[in-house]
């Protein structure tokens, strides 16, 4: 057995897990237009076989919990003149999002079975993004990141355009062609923004090299450290929803077609979470001190902003999108207690928690809208005011969301709460001011959770939707298994913070330092 | 009465280029124009032979040579495009050669 | 007897394209002639020449020579090399694009297909000039056929403006750039490149016309690259001249011109490193020139409807992008860095361009328009040139892993790397590539998003289309993906730093 795990390591475990999808792909792109159940399947097996190994080695990883540094490293020179290489690796911190990945990307694959027109160019656009964001949680060089993370988001815009839906019910009308553009035009301002950050690490630092192991050994004035953050904070918090920059986020996610909203809010996001910790916290500690205690004031808009916004909507897609600016604001509010490294516990508190609501957060996004989406396939209507009663008729997708619902606003016992109740620990041990009102948006965003419940799932039938049908097996399997995590992560956390401690610990020490 | 010196050659050459590119710029017969274009080259060939008086070699000459023959081709072809230009517009006032915009 | 033989070698090239022209132009006088065959002779002689240049890059790409002919006035080094070998290039794939639409575009087709070998063997000749004369006249072996070109649709308004108005600015910028010519001459009395910057050291005052020659050289290059602000001309003759030219006068004189920027302010006019103030200068008129022409580029092609206006527009914009790096090569200590990032990105868009006028050139031609919105539903109507267009626009756009996307990041790298306090122009260069996937998303909106106008039918790609834009795609893709290619720009750019005038 040890023999066998010793010959396995040998193989570039990494460049399996993030390439197989765009293998996939390409297999896909010489498949027949015609032949829709072999796209499928070559789908499902790729992202399967990533899921897999993500799982595998994340299992691995958490038998060592000792184990510190950046694990199955690869590294092959590409351009040495430019210091620029192919070089993969992953820690404690990126280990549990190239998991999430997995199981978003498995999950994405399985819902997008409904998708019934251009099968092979669907698929092949969507495992490329998947590659993409694999590619950017595992990537240790940040030419590859920003390489990896354009990959990621310039598919989305065909995507969205074209298999995407127009919003309904209230206020004024999105069209998703317009919401495309609108999201890439921001994933490519925030790429541009990181780029030009990391140009400022590469020739601030004088190391010429954009391997991240190497500038981790930077000493960097502390001006440039400031402005470095600043350039690199601002370009990774628009792919995460920050306000006032998170108008594509409910566009997007609400327009884009029921696995790519997955796929957006489960994973696109917290490559914006994952960017900050790693690329701006962890390279830039002096500018975290300076700026991080801002931030997380501006956590706390975008949790009460996000929740006032969900608060008001109908259409359910668009409801779920601003619930993910505002619990995105809950990992901001995470990050921005590693201010006061050395106070207490409350640092360590924050960075687990903002890591575990990434987690968490994804996984239950991706639930829900995928069964706001499985929903909408059947009834043909994204406004939830127009759905009501549908729990007699679809028992299955009821059950479940409700229990999303639940996880979402953290109820003890789910993921959200674990992730929610950190969080909170951490910063009350700091500014008790800005948990108290973090808390009132965790008030608000019951009430709107669960008057969605209350919507589209009680009260009485709406007779027009009397012979609709409940989940496929196809769709139960995806949606079961993210409920699932949720449940898993809830009722033992330790699996994932195990994980996840030594790598926060050793950004905390630099931040200390 | 100073004698005539190289300034005075280049003084006249900068005048006629000048003129030459006032010309360019504002006359509106196509013809003009190019007459205009003329002036500029030809104000080239004065410097260049100016120079040329002026230094040790006639290297000047050479270019200056060079010039009437890139001029004399010039010419040929922008009497062709007015002619394309009268062919399809029926005037050559360059103001009125303005179909395009954007 | 080596002499002879170095001399052949050295021209091989240019002898095997005035060859190819001269045989064409023979084959057009016949009584019956096919200008389909003569395209075919014409591309064939290019490639020829293209391969002719081989011999050059190997003798002195490794020992980084240059081989010389006539005491300097003929210049055959890895810069030469590698823009002549483009210059063939994008001629034959212009020839490629053109021989499907010959007879619809104009009346006398075999003319066009002469024309193009003299505007690539002039091209060959300005790269490769070392002297002031020889490329100036060069040059005008490339703007007279170029004006004829523009103005081919002889019983067509719009092709007639355009051929008169690219005749009068770009007679204007030949006359100035003389006139510029005349100053430097007769204030440091040569006209070589290699003499101009040691005859200026041992004036005594730095006298103004040397500057203002100089300067009016620059002007008259921006002419021909259209480079804001002189860049007023280029929307209007892209959209009225015949597609074919505006394809080629949107791609192969600005590579060649660029390169002769590089060998021209380098060393020569800028006096890196002699008169320090006079270098600053141009700098500072460079980097005026680069950001004018991004923002009116970028800016004013939001605006637009007609995709031929759109390139003009983003050809502008791009020549923005490359004068970063030209700026960057003419700081010390930077200019490795710079001409390298400056080559690497024209040719990158050269051929990125040459597939987006592919796919403009055979859809005007199938259905007469340039309306951005007759392209709804390309992609169900051919779903091969809607991927053309879309790699092609990406890779202008300068999206990953494609070639543009490194070739801006070597443009930034290398300005940030010739002066770290410029950054901002980094961030205006990268806020302009923003602004610029607004349209070039824009076209590619209706291609994918639109439902086909008239459900007819299905636009049939002729095998000499597929085929050339299938070589312009392999060209941004692999040198997107292999970088090792860039070294060829690296050794060509180092030819700039062997120069004799260089320091």
Same mark, same amino acid.
């Given at each position: 057995m040890d023999t066998l795990v010793t010959q396995l390591d040998r193989l570039p475990l990494l460049s399996l897990v993030t390439l197989a999808p765009l293998a996939g792909a390409l297999v896909i792109l010489c498949l027949s237009q015609r032949s829709v159940r072999a796209i499928q399947t070559v789908a499902l097996l790729a992202t399967g076989f990533s899921l897999a190994l993500a799982a595998w080695l994340y299992a691995r990883m958490s038998a060592f919990p000792d184990a510190t540094g950046f694990l199955w490293q690869e590294?092959?020179?590409?351009?040495?003149?430019?210091?620029?290489?192919?070089? %993969?690796?992953?820690?404690? %911190?990126?280990?549990?999002?190239? %998991? %999430?990945?997995?199981?978003?990307?498995?999950?994405?694959?399985?819902?997008?079975?409904?998708?019934?027109?251009?099968?092979?160019?669907?698929?092949?656009?969507?495992?490329?993004?998947?590659?993409?964001?694999?590619?950017?949680?595992? !990537? *240790?060089?940040?030419?590859? *990141?920003?390489?990896?993370?354009?990959?990621?988001?310039?598919?989305?815009?065909?995507?969205?355009?074209?298999?995407?839906?127009?919003?309904?019910? &209230?206020?004024?009308?999105?069209?998703?062609?317009?919401?495309?553009?609108?999201?890439?035009?921001?994933?490519?301002?925030?790429?541009?923004?990181?780029?030009?950050?990391?140009?400022?690490?590469?020739?601030? !630092?004088?190391?010429?090299?954009?391997?991240?192991?190497?500038? &981790?050994?930077?000493?960097?004035?502390?001006?440039?450290?400031?402005?470095?953050?600043?350039?690199?904070?601002?370009?990774?918090?628009?792919?995460?929803?920050?306000?006032?920059?998170?108008?594509?986020?409910?566009?997007?996610? !609400? !327009?884009?077609p029921t696995a790519l909203s997955m796929l957006l809010a489960g994973v696109l996001l917290k490559m914006g979470g994952y960017g900050i910790l790693r690329v701006a916290v962890g390279l830039l500690p002096e500018g975290a001190r300076i700026w991080l205690p801002l931030i997380g004031v501006l956590a706390v808009v975008n949790i009460l902003y996000g929740a006032l916004c969900a608060l008001r909507q109908t259409d359910i897609k668009l409801m779920i999108a601003y619930s993910s600016v505002s619990h995105m604001g809950i990992v901001f509010l995470g990050i921005s207690s590693m201010a006061w490294p050395q106070v207490g516990t409350g640092a360590l508190f924050g960075a687990t928690g903002a890591v575990f609501q990434m987690f968490s957060h994804g996984v239950i996004t991706a639930l829900l809208f995928g069964l706001a989406g499985t929903v909408y396939l059947i009834t043909h209507s994204r406004d939830m005011t127009r759905w009501g009663g549908l729990a007699s008729r679809m028992p299955w997708l009821a059950t479940v969301y409700t229990l999303g619902a639940l996880g979402s606003l953290g109820l003890p016992g789910m993921s959200g709460f674990a992730a929610e109740l950190m969080v909170f620990l951490g910063t009350w041990q700091q500014r008790p001011f800005l948990a108290v009102l973090a808390i009132c948006g965790l008030v608000i965003t019951a009430t709107y959770l669960l008057r969605s419940v209350q919507f589209a799932f009680y009260g009485p039938l709406n007779p027009r939707l009397a012979e609709v049908r409940d989940a496929l097996p196809a769709e139960k399997l995806p949606l079961g298994l993210l409920a699932l995590t949720t449940l898993v992560l809830g009722l033992a956390p330790r699996l994932l913070t195990d994980v996840t401690t030594p790598a926060l610990q050793a950004i905390l020490e630099r931040l200390a330092s | 009465m100073s004698p005539i010196g190289l300034n005075h050659f280049l003084a006249l050459g900068a005048v006629l280029f000048c003129l030459g590119t006032y010309g360019v710029l504002t006359r509106r017969n196509a013809i003009a124009v190019l007459l205009s274009l003329e002036l500029m080259f030809n104000a080239v060939n004065l410097n260049l032979v100016a120079f040329a008086r002026f230094m040790p070699n006639l290297d000047g000459v050479v270019l200056a040579v060079f010039v009437i023959a890139v001029a004399a081709a010039e010419a040929t072809v922008g009497v062709a495009l007015v002619l394309s230009i009268y062919r399809n517009f029926r005037h050559i006032d360059l103001d009125q050669v303005d179909t395009m915009k954007g | 007897m080596t002499n002879a033989l170095t001399m052949l070698q050295a021209l091989a090239p240019e002898v095997v394209v005035a060859a190819t022209a001269f045989l064409v132009m023979g084959l057009d006088l016949r009584r019956n002639p096919n200008p389909r065959a003569q395209a075919t002779v014409a591309i064939w002689g290019l490639l020829a020449g293209a391969l002719a240049t081989v011999p050059d890059w190997l003798d002195t790409a490794a020992s980084n020579s240059a081989l010389t002919l006539w005491g300097g006035i003929f210049v055959a080094d890895p810069l030469s090399v590698v823009f002549r070998a483009l210059a063939c290039l994008t001629g034959a794939l212009v020839l490629l694009f053109s021989i499907d639409p010959i007879d619809t575009e104009r009346r006398n087709p075999g003319d066009f297909v002469t024309l193009v070998p003299f505007v690539v063997l002039g091209l060959m000749l300005a790269v490769s000039a070392g002297e002031l004369?020889?490329?100036?006249?060069?040059?005008?072996?490339?703007?007279?056929?170029?004006?004829?070109?523009?103005?081919?649709?002889?019983?067509?308004?719009?092709?007639?403006?355009?051929?008169?108005?690219?005749?009068?600015?770009?007679?204007?910028?030949?006359?100035?750039?003389?006139?510029?010519?005349?100053?430097? +001459?007769?204030?440091?009395?040569?006209? +070589?490149?290699?003499?101009?910057?040691?005859?200026?050291?041992?004036?005594?005052?730095?006298?103004?016309?040397?500057?203002?020659?100089?300067?009016?050289?620059?002007?008259?290059?921006?002419?021909?690259?259209?480079?804001?602000?002189?860049?007023?001309?280029?929307?209007?003759?892209?959209?009225?001249?015949?597609?074919p030219s505006a394809m080629f006068i949107s791609t192969a004189p600005k590579a060649a011109m660029v390169a002769v920027m590089l060998r021209l302010f380098w060393g020569t006019l800028a006096l890196q490193g002699r008169d320090f103030r006079l270098a600053e200068t141009w700098m500072v008129l460079l980097a005026v020139m680069a950001i004018l022409s991004m923002f009116w580029g970028n800016l004013v092609a939001l605006a637009q409807t007609d995709i031929r206006r759109l390139m003009a527009c983003s050809g502008i914009a791009h020549i923005g992008y490359t004068l970063l790096g030209v700026l960057a090569a003419s700081r010390a200590g930077a200019e490795l860095e710079g001409a390298a990032a400056a080559i690497y990105y024209v040719v990158v868009y050269s051929f990125a361009n040459l597939a987006a006028w592919g796919v403009i050139v055979l859809v005007g031609w199938r259905t007469g328009s340039d309306r951005i919105q007759d392209y709804s539903g390309l992609a169900r109507r051919s779903p091969f040139l809607a991927f053309a267009l879309l790699i092609s626009?990406?890779?202008?756009?300068?999206?990953?892993?494609?070639?543009? +996307?490194?070739?801006?990041?070597?443009? +930034?790298?290398?300005?940030?790397?010739?002066?770290?306090?410029?950054?901002?122009?980094?961030? @205006?260069?990268?806020?302009?590539?923003? @602004?610029?996937?607004?349209?070039?998303?824009?076209?590619?909106?209706?291609?994918?998003f639109g439902a086909p106008q008239d459900q007819t039918s299905a636009l049939v790609v002729p095998w000499r289309f597929r085929a050339g834009l299938l070589i312009c795609l392999a060209v941004i893709m692999v040198l997107g993906l292999f970088p090792e290619l860039t070294r060829i720009t690296l050794e060509a750019g180092a030819a700039i730093l062997a120069q004799p005038g260089a320091p």
């Open positions: 590294l092959h020179p590409w351009l040495p003149e430019f210091g620029m290489q192919y070089h %993969l690796g992953v820690d404690g %911190l990126s280990m549990p999002l190239v %998991l %999430l990945s997995g199981i978003i990307c498995f999950t994405a694959a399985f819902i997008s079975l409904q998708i019934d027109f251009r099968h092979k160019e669907y698929f092949a656009l969507a495992l490329t993004a998947m590659t993409g964001v694999f590619g950017v949680f595992t !990537s *240790l060089d940040l030419f590859c *990141l920003i390489l990896f993370y354009e990959m990621a988001s310039i598919p989305m815009f065909f995507l969205v355009g074209i298999w995407g839906s127009d919003k309904t019910g &209230l206020g004024k009308p999105i069209r998703r062609q317009d919401a495309a553009m609108k999201l890439l035009l921001y994933l490519q301002l925030g790429g541009g923004l990181v780029l030009l950050g990391i140009f400022g690490l590469y020739f601030l !630092s004088d190391l010429k090299t954009f391997d991240y192991p190497e500038l &981790l050994r930077a000493t960097l004035a502390r001006e440039h450290q400031s402005w470095l953050f600043l350039l690199i904070f601002l370009g990774f918090a628009i792919e995460a929803g920050l306000v006032p920059f998170h108008t594509w986020l409910p566009d997007g996610h !609400s !327009s884009a | - | 004369l020889t490329f100036f006249v060069a040059f005008e072996i490339v703007s007279l056929p170029l004006y004829l070109m523009a103005a081919w649709n002889r019983n067509e308004r719009g092709s007639a403006e355009a051929g008169m108005k690219y005749f009068i600015t770009g007679s204007v910028s030949s006359a100035v750039m003389l006139y510029g010519i005349s100053l430097v +001459f007769g204030t440091v009395g040569t006209t +070589f490149f290699s003499q101009i910057a040691t005859r200026y050291e041992t004036l005594a005052d730095p006298p103004q016309a040397f500057v203002l020659g100089s300067l009016m050289i620059l002007a008259a290059l921006g002419f021909k690259i259209a480079a804001a602000p002189f860049h007023i001309w280029a929307p209007d003759v892209y959209q009225g001249a015949p597609r626009l990406l890779s202008l756009a300068g999206a990953p892993p494609l070639a543009g +996307f490194l070739g801006k990041f070597y443009l +930034f790298r290398a300005l940030w790397e010739a002066q770290p306090a410029w950054w901002w122009m980094v961030l @205006i260069a990268i806020v302009n590539s923003v @602004i610029s996937l607004y349209y070039y998303f824009g076209i590619l909106k209706p291609v994918y």
